[in-house]
């Protein structure tokens, strides 16, 4: 019997490296068997990427979703930053650049 085949991608990304794997998969194959079938975990194994949160194009899917032809699954690690926090950074060290020095005389 001949199976068809879709064409997706499998993407994560660490502070130090990241990685898209394209591969071809059985068709009705849910979005977890994908991670797996794509060998990503051996590349990043300080991570337990099948415990981690997946999704399709940046929309988080559920386990029981069946992956489509184009689609790329990306597995989301947490953050080591919070976003905000990180712009609130920026922001201070920039205002501190630009403010003027007071001095006394």
């Not at 994560?12 to 394209?22: H, T, W």
Request: charged share 30%; no cysteine; proline share 5%.
């Amino acid at each position: 019997m001949n199976e068809e085949k879709i064409a997706i991608e499998v993407a994560f990304a660490a502070p130090e490296k990241q990685e898209v794997i394209a591969l071809e998969v059985p068709a009705e194959t849910l979005i977890n068997e994908v991670v797996h079938l794509s060998g990503i975990e051996s590349r990043f194994p300080d991570y337990s990427l099948w415990a981690l949160t997946v999704g399709v194009w940046g929309e988080v899917k559920p386990e029981t979703y069946v992956v489509q032809a184009g689609d790329r699954v990306e597995v989301y690690r947490s953050l080591v930053t919070n976003a905000k926090d990180a712009r609130r950074r920026r922001a201070d060290a920039q205002a501190s650049k630009e403010a003027p020095v007071n001095k006394k005389r």
